[in-house]
């Protein structure tokens, strides 16, 4: 009765440092899978097995799912116990985060810290209270990394719960059409586990809610056509209901979800009486964005790129000091007239008054002279249209402009306006 006591008295005082002593976790990291003092073992994953050492009390502090199940009316008396639907290194991670409250995520690895945490309850109260918890952690990294954690391969072994939880977000930095054409793949993953027929109706089965969630109408027709009529998965209500929805909300582009109310928008720069150089094969643009907007790419003038190269176009963040975005496209027209449309493969969301730089490399230059751009224009909607109430100046800065740019294509929120 006396060990009973002191056990509770001892989960009290440390449930009560981590409330209110905020940064004092980190005397625990080298307890993390350390064997000294532990009393429980956990035996993690399912085909390649790890056994990791845990301690009780600083489990049951930091989550409630933990406290029930150590201390709790109906807690277990094994030192031994099995948990085959968690990644030993997802796992790891959790841990790590409860004695240490610091954690390394990656896109490979989120989705699996992200179901242990909610599987465990990390986000709950006992989280330290100015610390980020870990649920938010994974989350931000989800929002700002989308098609990174899409193309990892761990992305088709993620369960449909936390596929649903990712897929219910606003907030997502990735075109729809990308989302379907990942759980087209999960749904192929998931009938494999589950030894069904890869067919459309046994796709429809496994995906359920997660379906339901792809927001058709944010794509264009082109996209929907080749991705989700092509799939099979869509019935004729579906994609009749697609053709409602879209009659009204024509666009250029696919449409980012990450942005509430969006407006498509075209910076067309006016041109110059100056020419670009006639041997230049490289280019750097400086620019800062003023105003939270959401990138879709660049059109360029081609007169200068020769029939049938490739331009390479880097977006980067300079004062972050990351890539966000390198595209790489081929001029496939002959008329010097026409414009080569350069898209990203994801909506960069720029961060206000960072400071970027846009890297145009052409492989191999046409004999032709191009009029460089001004670093000032107008606004334009997808019609062409100029948008009265959005002036340039109110979105971008520029530091240093080649002129090769001939449009930023963006979207900005209504309550932006």
Not at 191 to 205: D, F, G, V, Y
Not at 286 to 297: A, D, M, Q, S, T
Not at 313 to 332: G, I, M, P, Y
Not at 352 to 358: A, I, W
Request: hydrophobic share 40%; net charge negative.
């Amino acid at each position: 009765m006396t060990t009973t006591n002191n056990l509770c008295s001892t989960f009290t005082v440390l449930k009560r440092i981590s409330q209110d002593q905020r940064n004092q976790i980190k005397p625990f990291e080298f307890l993390v899978n350390n064997p000294k003092f532990s009393d429980i073992q956990f035996i993690i994953g399912r085909d390649n097995q790890q056994r990791i050492s845990a301690h009780k009390l600083i489990l049951a502090a930091r989550s409630a799912v933990f406290e029930a199940m150590f201390y709790g009316t109906l807690a277990t008396k094994s030192d031994e116990i099995q948990i085959p639907d968690i990644e030993p290194s997802a796992f790891l991670s959790l841990l790590n985060f409860l004695y240490t409250n610091e954690v390394q995520i990656s896109p490979k690895t989120v989705l699996a810290i992200l179901y242990a945490a909610n599987k465990y309850d990390v986000p709950a109260s006992e989280s330290l209270l100015d610390e980020p918890q870990l649920v938010a952690l994974c989350l931000d990294l989800i929002n700002k990394n989308t098609m990174d954690v899409l193309e990892a391969d761990s992305f088709t072994d993620v369960d449909l719960g936390t596929l649903i939880f990712m897929l219910e977000r606003d907030t997502l930095q990735v075109f729809e059409s990308k989302l379907f054409q990942a759980i087209v793949l999960w749904s192929e993953a998931e009938c494999a586990r589950k030894q069904l027929p890869i067919t459309p109706e046994n796709q429809r089965s496994v995906l359920g809610q997660a379906l339901e969630l792809i927001r058709f109408p944010l794509m264009t027709l082109k996209e929907f056509v080749i991705g989700p009529v092509k799939s099979g998965l869509l019935d004729g209500s579906e994609i009749t209901k697609f053709c409602v929805d879209t009659a009204s909300n024509a666009s250029s582009t696919e449409i980012p979800r990450c942005i509430k109310n969006p407006i498509e928008c075209h910076f067309k720069f006016d041109s110059s009486n100056d020419t670009l150089s006639r041997y230049d094969t490289s280019f750097e643009d400086e620019l800062k964005f003023i105003r939270p907007v959401v990138i879709i790419g660049f059109v360029l003038c081609p007169i200068i790129i020769k029939y049938k190269t490739n331009v390479l176009l880097t977006l980067k963040d300079v004062t972050e000091d990351t890539v966000r975005c390198c595209v790489s496209q081929r001029n496939n027209s002959a008329c010097p007239q026409d414009l080569l449309r350069i898209i990203f493969n994801k909506p960069i969301m720029v961060i206000p008054d960072n400071n970027y730089k846009v890297v145009i490399e052409i492989e191999e230059r046409s004999g032709d002279t191009q009029i460089r751009k001004k670093s000032d224009g107008i606004i334009c909607g997808y019609d062409g249209k100029k948008l009265e109430n959005l002036n340039p100046t109110d979105y971008f800065s520029f530091k240093c402009w080649t002129g090769i740019i001939s449009q930023i294509i963006f979207y900005v929120s209504q309550e932006m306006k």
